[in-house]
């Protein structure tokens, strides 16, 4: 079946290093994005792609980059992890346009 | 103004009670309309898509008011396995999907 994976599913970090989240889906869906989860806020996008080589920042995006070079991949990359960057974090991929996403299982990352 | 807003709650209910949650949306050209339910710890998973003309799944109802700007949510007789996090979101258009905070409702038994 296809699915959408996420990588690592934990993870502790330190103030300053780089971290890259791995997302994967096997639905060959043009649409990725990633968002963060913290208590209040809600699910807030952090960067979107529409297809390879395509990306764009979300309403979250200061400190984190992503990289788009197949269809099955978005890494997201933390340049220099900071303590405000402690949260869940969530890969989705949709297929058409105004159709829903699949999300990934969530990556708790404690940035200390 | 955020893109999308909901009551955060939390609702708590007996078993077997009625429930409705609503959520409203700022932007006008938003295409299309969802309620994922999401359980602690887990990743939000598609509940049921909101269609203008209103569509019900087994104990589910959603509808969709275009002139209001809202959507709605009711759950009827009410199982304990329905307490979760209910998230509205609209895809603006963008192809982008915009979240609620949610709304975290308890079934008591």
């Known amino acids: 079946d296809a699915e959408i994976t996420q990588s690592p599913r934990h993870k502790i970090t330190e103030t300053g290093r780089q971290v890259t989240l791995a997302c994967h889906q096997t639905?060959?869906?043009?649409?990725m994005f990633w968002y963060r989860q913290d208590l209040g806020h809600g699910l807030r996008l952090i960067h979107y792609s529409y297809g390879v080589q395509d990306t764009n920042k979300g309403e979250v995006s200061d400190g984190y980059s992503v990289s788009r070079s197949n269809t099955e991949d978005l890494p997201l990359t933390l340049e220099s992890a900071a303590s405000s960057q402690t949260s869940v974090y969530f890969c989705a991929s949709s297929g058409q346009a105004n159709t829903e996403a699949f999300f990934g299982q969530g990556t708790r990352l404690t940035v200390v | 103004r955020k893109e999308v807003e909901q009551d955060p709650g939390p609702f708590n209910v007996p078993e077997g009670a009625t429930v409705a949650f609503n959520c409203t949306y700022s932007?006008?050209?938003?295409?299309?309309f969802f309620w994922y339910r999401q359980d602690c710890r887990k990743e939000p998973k598609l509940l049921m898509s909101?269609?203008?003309s209103g569509n019900e799944d087994g104990r589910f109802t959603a509808q969709l008011n275009r002139a209001s700007q809202y959507i709605s949510l009711l759950i009827r007789d009410s199982k304990l396995s329905d307490s979760a996090t209910y998230l509205c979101v609209v895809n603006t258009g963008a192809n982008n999907l915009f979240f609620g905070t949610g709304t975290r409702l308890t079934v008591i038994p």
């Open positions: 909101v269609y203008s």
């Open positions: 639905w060959n869906h043009n649409n």
């Open positions: 932007n006008s050209a938003s295409q299309s």
